[in-house]
């Protein structure tokens, strides 16, 4: 028999140990809880006895299911004016369905809550992580959002930011078991504007300035002039990415002669004007 630090003060107790004796927790109160006195025997404060053998504690184990060892352990103290305890065990027997050691990883679900045109949301989403286990329980649940860092999961939590968006997440069970990371992937849609400003000068000049609030990639651009005697420059295409709350200044170089109709495209906007054009002069008017 092992001592595992004895202490007058903490006599009576039934502990288990998951780890070996390190740590141990109570998990019966011979002396103070009332579900161990019996009535009847003899010994116990206020008439209630302590008469074990002939009425042995029971006690619940069910919330160690799943772990892989269960040292079980009673404190007995030796009465009198100089108490002495010593930790015994003696007769246990366990009883109930045994699992085994839990092998098996928690599973994770990840819900997603918010307004959605189409399927995207077009405001904030709120994201919740809900993990299973069905022996050990669940440890923790772990969390990325897009590039940032890895934090342990309490709460639901939204995200506002406009774009794609994905969550890897995965959860620990109490016996260790690791769950594979998933993600799940959502976007809060972009509202992209812009407006073109046409001016002459040399060539065609062409502004188009990002009023929106997220960034424009891959836009595409075309811009016509549109005349009988338009030699060089009757098209121009092109592609560009406009940073939020900055411009791009195209120019498109033209020889001809003549009135001609400028008209620049970006996306689904349209903006065109009547010009004169005399060789690589360009009017708007
Ligand atoms: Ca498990």
């Known amino acids: 028999m092992n001592i595992y630090g004895a202490d007058p003060d903490s006599h009576d107790y039934i502990k288990v140990s998951t780890d070996g004796g390190d740590t141990w927790d109570i998990v019966g109160d011979l002396c103070h809880d009332g579900d161990f006195y019996f009535p009847g025997a003899s010994g116990g404060p206020g008439g209630y006895g302590w008469n074990w053998n002939e009425y042995p504690p029971v006690v619940n184990l069910s919330a160690y299911d799943g772990s892989s060892s269960l040292m079980v352990a009673w404190n007995y103290n030796s009465g009198g004016g100089d108490p002495r305890g010593i930790w015994m065990v003696d007769d246990v027997a366990f009883t109930g369905d045994m699992a085994g050691p839990d092998t098996t990883p928690p599973v994770t679900t990840c819900t997603l809550e918010g307004e959605m045109e189409d399927d995207v949301y077009v405001g904030n989403v709120t994201v919740t992580l809900t993990a299973t286990d069905e022996q050990s329980g669940v440890n923790y649940t772990e969390y990325r959002l897009n590039d940032g860092e890895n934090q342990t999961y309490t709460d639901p939590f939204v995200v506002s930011e406009l774009g794609e968006h994905i969550v890897y ?25 812009y407006s073109i400003h046409l001016s002459g000068g040399i060539g065609v000049n062409v502004r188009i300035s990002n009023t929106g609030e997220v960034n424009i990639t891959g836009l595409e651009y075309t811009i016509t002039v549109d005349g009988n ?53 360009v009017f708007l008017y």
């Open 169 to 193: 997440y995965h959860s620990v069970d109490k016996a260790g078991n690791e769950e594979d990371k998933k993600n799940c992937t959502f976007t809060i849609r972009q509202t992209v504007s």
């Open 229 to 281: 005697l338009i030699f060089v420059g009757k098209e121009k295409t092109g592609v560009v990415d406009i940073p939020v709350g900055e411009s791009v200044l195209i120019n498109s170089f033209v020889i001809g002669i003549g009135k001609a109709i400028v008209t620049a495209t970006a996306g689904d906007v349209e903006e065109s004007s009547n010009a004169i054009v005399i060789l690589f002069f």
